[in-house]
């Protein structure tokens, strides 16, 4: 019954993806989905155009139209953009409920690591401690500064990967997008800020990897907070 009333909210090619088996196939043409959903194209291919832009299909011209396994991130994505659009304060209070939602999932999402996924954080912690070491001292060296922050956004997200929940890693991939379309992810604060951070999140990997969990979880939640007194 809940299906049937959700399902009633929505159009009639969301309705049409949704009953449609998950695969990859290329779905009917334009012209055959008019006929079986018994709309017009025109109202067709505004559907489509909503959908493409949520995630739900891709459209190539040499291979057609083809249903996406469902992802919320490209709905926050969207959304989210309009948001720092109209105000970059609005990345802070975003920010604040991506941090909620790390320490809410925290202890279940690092007992579903696997030994590789424990590598590979380990490997990330020396990539980055590598690019912060081999930055110049110089305050007038700031060109050669090698910011890690593609560590950065890849030790979260790996951290969080095992969770079996598609809108809190949705949140948390949107995170990350806003972070550098706000500029975060340049190089600010100075060598001591980044190393801070960064024995954080050292502490939070050798605690997941000696299975001390909560040792881990208070290095996250006082991590959190030095975004918000980054020079």
Same mark, same amino acid.
């Given at each position: 019954?809940?299906?049937?009333?959700?399902?009633?909210?929505?159009?009639?090619?969301?309705?049409?993806?949704?009953?449609?088996?998950?695969?990859?196939?290329?779905?009917?043409?334009?012209? %055959?989905?008019?006929?079986?959903?018994?709309?017009?194209?025109?109202?067709?291919?505004?559907?489509?155009?909503?959908?493409?832009?949520?995630? =739900?299909?891709?459209?190539?011209?040499?291979?057609? &139209?083809?249903?996406?396994?469902?992802?919320?991130?490209?709905?926050?994505?969207?959304?989210?953009?309009?948001?720092?659009?109209?105000?970059?304060?609005? =990345?802070?209070? =975003?920010?604040?409920?991506?941090?909620?939602? %790390?320490?809410?999932?925290?202890?279940?999402?690092?007992?579903? !690591?696997?030994?590789?996924?424990?590598?590979?954080?380990?490997?990330?912690? &020396?990539?980055?401690?590598?690019?912060?070491?081999?930055?110049?001292?110089?305050?007038?060296?700031?060109?050669?500064?090698?910011?890690?922050?593609?560590?950065?956004?890849?030790?979260?997200?790996?951290?969080?990967?095992?969770?079996?929940?598609?809108?809190?890693?949705?949140?948390? %991939?949107?995170?990350?997008?806003?972070?550098?379309?706000?500029? !975060?992810?340049?190089?600010?604060?100075?060598?001591?800020?980044?190393?801070?951070?960064?024995?954080?999140?050292?502490?939070?990997?050798?605690?997941?990897?000696?299975?001390?969990?909560?040792?881990?979880?208070?290095?996250?939640?006082?991590? &959190?907070?030095?975004?918000?007194?980054?020079?």
């Amino acid at each position: 019954m809940l299906r049937d009333r959700t399902s009633s909210n929505i159009s009639e090619f969301f309705r049409y993806l949704a009953s449609h088996p998950e695969a990859d196939d290329k779905l009917p043409s334009l012209t %055959e989905l008019s006929k079986e959903l018994d709309i017009s194209l025109a109202s067709l291919r505004e559907q489509l155009e909503v959908a493409r832009a949520l995630g =739900f299909v891709e459209v190539r011209q040499k291979t057609g &139209t083809r249903r996406l396994k469902y992802s919320f991130t490209p709905a926050i994505r969207q959304s989210l953009g309009y948001a720092l659009a109209l105000n970059n304060d609005h =990345f802070r209070k =975003f920010a604040e409920m991506r941090n909620h939602l %790390e320490a809410a999932y925290w202890h279940e999402a690092v007992k579903l !690591l696997t030994a590789e996924d424990k590598q590979e954080l380990e490997a990330i912690i &020396t990539r980055a401690w590598d690019k912060i070491r081999g930055t110049p001292q110089r305050p007038d060296a700031f060109s050669g500064v090698q910011v890690p922050h593609e560590e950065h956004r890849k030790l979260h997200l790996t951290i969080f990967s095992r969770l079996d929940n598609p809108f809190v890693i949705g949140v948390l %991939e949107a995170y990350w997008e806003a972070y550098e379309g706000v500029g !975060l992810n340049v190089f600010a604060g100075g060598y001591e800020y980044l190393q801070e951070v960064w024995r954080y999140h050292q502490v939070m990997v050798e605690s997941i990897c000696n299975d001390q969990f909560e040792v881990g979880y208070d290095a996250l939640v006082k991590h &959190t907070d030095l975004l918000y007194h980054r020079p």
